[in-house]
């Protein structure tokens, strides 16, 4: 297979919003497909209605549009293998399905809804707690296996409801090569018969699923490992419908396990937890049902990629930082690990840190601007920029750049009171008046020159920089954490600067 012909698809479900374990299933699909010069579809499996919701598709567009996920083709975006809505493309599964029946490989059974019900409780008086329709049970049910043939032909001519059902083999194997897991086999008669398409006529995921990844000629099947135990049936089907030749290779994906490494990491873990599980935030009508996702928590799309690229990948290096571009090339399914991959917030942490540190400042400060407008800050481009620039290496989540400096835009509103006690003396205060003395006649601002002069200042009356210095941090920030004083001091300002100190002695004063 040439690599233009390399054709991968994420194809999720609109039910809801897009777990962090789907971003990971479109990141390898993009990554592969990328990597071998191949093509990245988007394909919305929307056959179950009763299960849909709305809003959640665009939730999905948007969410890989901030991953920076671009589909080739998709809804929205077009392409030579349309629609990639399922919902648009029911008489196509309805055509492939009926085939499979008239070839003998499928049939039509009409047990309703109250006589399967019926069948499982009677199984389950027997003893029976996991009733099966399959290839034994098949032969006591109502369908076109049991029924004459006039019998069955006269319910579908008099519109009778039906499903139609895979007819799996009895006594067989089936087998296909994984390329993370290697051979995998199923014994058939421990396989159910599926039903291909419902009673309204639309199908299931199993029956859709095979026909537009051959119609769309898709050639990998990456998804996660919850879609191992359907492969078996999605292999009879592509038997079943004679398309053996062009069936894809699959790649199943380890589970994300949560933090504690025992379980699958759910929708629910977040909320529980505090920590992200959603790319993007989900706005529902119940507040139980709203989450806020990676971004809204303050993550950079870039970590949060290259967090999820190790999230079951590792390329073997030492290396850990990866841009898209270099994950690209360095992707392979070959290293990617059957077990599951425990969900790090601390590393996702790290990796934020790392994309802040390495991000240019003036792009930091369009990013954080409408985080400071939400808080009521007013500042100008340049104070951003340099602010940015002195609290880059401080801050691990972008609300921080907000948070960590709070002081830099209100004033001090809190002063750290045990560490005054500890170090304010009522003969520090002329030395502190001197100070605010020579800050008013220093002309240079910038903070190579305040070093100098305030250290030269500190050791003209032979005090040490620890009797200053820290209570000039807390009469700036009003806490001894922070930044450099000096950087501090030249990005406040003469004005702030004198004005801080003013009311900082008249504060150590009193008390």
């Known amino acids: ?73 998709g809804p929205g975006i077009g392409g030579g293998h349309g629609p990639y809505r399922q919902s648009e493309r029911k008489a196509i599964y309805g055509k492939y399905a009926h085939k499979l029946v008239e070839n003998g490989k499928a049939y039509y059974a009409f047990d309703t809804p109250e006589e399967l019900n019926a069948k499982r409780e009677e199984e389950r008086a027997k003893g029976n707690h996991n009733f099966r329709y399959d290839n034994v049970t098949r032969n006591e049910m109502k369908n076109s296996l049991t029924l004459p043939a006039a019998e069955t032909a006269q319910k579908l001519a008099a519109g009778e409801a039906f499903t139609i059902r895979l007819k799996v083999p009895v006594g067989g194997a089936v087998s296909f090569q994984d390329l993370v897991r290697g051979e995998v086999t199923f014994q058939t008669d421990d ?33 996660g490992e919850e879609w191992l135990s359907s492969t078996g049936h999605h292999v009879l089907l592509y038997q079943a419908l004679g398309w053996e030749g062009t069936m894809p290779q699959f790649a199943h994906l380890p589970l994300i396990l949560k933090p504690t490494g025992k379980g699958k990491l759910s929708k629910r873990d977040g909320a529980k937890l505090g920590i992200p599980v959603f790319p993007i935030a989900w706005e529902a009508e119940k507040e139980e049902d709203r989450f806020l996702g990676f971004r809204e928590f303050g993550f950079l799309p870039e970590a949060v990629i290259n967090f999820l690229a190790f999230l079951g990948w590792n390329p073997g290096t030492e290396q850990e930082i990866f841009s898209l571009e270099e994950l690209c090339g360095a992707f392979s399914i ?52 340099d602010y940015c620039e002195l609290m880059r290496d401080r ?88 930044p450099a004083v000096f950087k501090m001091i030249e990005l406040l300002g003469k004005t702030e600067t004198v004005g801080r100190l003013k009311t900082a002695i008249e504060y150590f004063e009193k008390n």
């Open 395 to 482: 801050v691990v989540l972008l609300p921080e750049f907000v948070s960590a400096g709070s002081y830099f835009f209100e004033g001090v509103k809190i002063y750290d009171d045990k560490n005054i006690a500890k170090r304010w003396k009522p003969e520090l205060k002329p030395v502190f008046e001197a100070l605010i003395d020579l800050l008013e006649k220093t002309d240079s601002f910038e903070a190579v020159t305040l070093e100098r002069g305030i250290k030269d200042f500190i050791a003209e009356r032979e005090l040490k920089m620890g009797q200053v210095f820290p209570l000039l941090r807390i009469a700036l920030a009003g806490t001894m954490k922070g």
């Open 334 to 385: 070959e290293k990617i690990s059957k077990g599951g991959a425990r969900f790090d917030y601390d590393k996702a942490k790290w990796y934020n840190q790392q994309y802040i540190q390495a991000t240019d400042a003036a792009e930091l400060a369009k990013i954080v601007r409408p985080l400071m407008e939400e808080k009521g800050y007013s500042v100008s481009d340049d104070f951003l920029v």
């Open 1 to 73: 297979m040439s690599n233009k012909n390399i054709r991968v698809r994420f194809a999720p479900s609109p039910t809801g919003p897009l777990h962090i374990g789907g971003v990971r299933t479109a990141l390898y699909n993009y990554l592969f497909a990328k990597k071998m010069g191949g093509t990245f579809i988007l394909r919305i499996e929307d056959t179950d209605q009763g299960r849909y919701v709305p809003g959640a598709e665009n939730y999905i567009v948007e969410s890989l549009k901030w991953c920076g996920l671009l589909p080739e083709e």
């Open 191 to 223: 396989l159910d018969d599926k039903v291909l398409l419902k009673a309204d006529g639309m199908p299931t995921y199993h029956m859709a699923n095979i026909v537009d990844d051959h119609l769309m000629e898709i050639s990998h099947v990456i998804r």
